[in-house]
């Protein structure tokens, strides 16, 4: 059975400290994973890992896919208290018609 | 900018009634979606159009049908309402064989049965 899991569920850092989220999958003729930042609302998109080892970055967000092991992570450094939210993994079959979420970490950093 | 727009933001109903979710989009894409969202259970898929009158079923399409007469707008119906779909419906829109993947998402309709 196709899945994505995601750890931790939740965490609580202080501003300044370096967080890191995972995402596991085991999803058949994988693609592509991606990831997504939802705040209040909808759902936006981070960034999208095909290949393996390279790393994908946007401030101080960056994101790092190893298709061997079947993982992503995510890493925040620095983090502000702007970055509280949801991030959700997900992986889409080949054809893009189903995409099979996480259950999301829950990151809240306090002042 | 893609633009998904749902009908409401919040909307709270009786057990038993019928109740209407509706999807908007802009941008011509062909594949729509309808997930639920639930603390610690992330986006659950109950139904999937990948093209108008085209659809299939999710992994909890129990409770729930879909509409979708025209490509860019996608409804999500509750024939009969209960306490157990009191949720966070979220639609989704986005073109296959499109770059980057990614689904865009509407605003989301906080749905409460009571």
């Known amino acids: 059975e196709d899945k994505v899991v995601q750890s931790p569920l939740s965490l609580v850092v202080h501003e300044g400290d370096t967080v890191t989220l995972n995402c596991s999958y085991e999803?058949?003729?994988?693609?592509?994973l991606l990831w997504y930042k939802q705040e209040k609302k909808a759902p936006t998109f981070l960034f999208m890992l095909t290949s393996s080892g390279i790393e994908k970055k946007s401030g101080r967000l960056s994101s790092i896919l190893d298709k061997k092991e079947l993982f992503s992570i995510l890493n925040i450094t620095a983090t502000q208290t702007g970055d509280s939210a949801i991030y959700l993994c997900?992986?889409?079959?080949?054809?893009?018609?189903?995409?099979?979420f996480g259950s999301g970490t829950k990151l809240n950093v306090k002042p | 900018d893609v633009k998904v727009t749902q009908s409401s933001r919040y909307l709270v109903k009786r057990t038993g009634e019928k109740v209407f979710l509706e999807c908007v989009q802009d941008?011509?894409?062909?594949?729509m979606f309808w997930y639920r969202q639930d603390p610690g259970l992330g986006l659950r898929l109950i139904y999937f159009?990948?093209?108008?009158?085209?659809?299939e079923k999710g992994d909890i399409p129990e409770g729930y049908s879909v509409s979708r007469e025209k490509k860019e707008r996608f409804s999500l119906i509750l024939e009969s309402a209960s306490t157990n779909q009191t949720s966070m419906y979220l639609c989704a829109t986005q073109t296959p064989g499109q770059g980057s993947g990614e689904q865009f998402f509407g605003p989301g309709t906080r749905l409460t049965v009571l």
């Open positions: 999803v058949t003729n994988f693609r592509s």
């Open positions: 941008m011509d894409h062909e594949n």
């Open positions: 997900a992986v889409p079959t080949y054809n893009f018609n189903k995409f099979y």
């Open positions: 159009s990948y093209d108008v009158k085209m659809k």
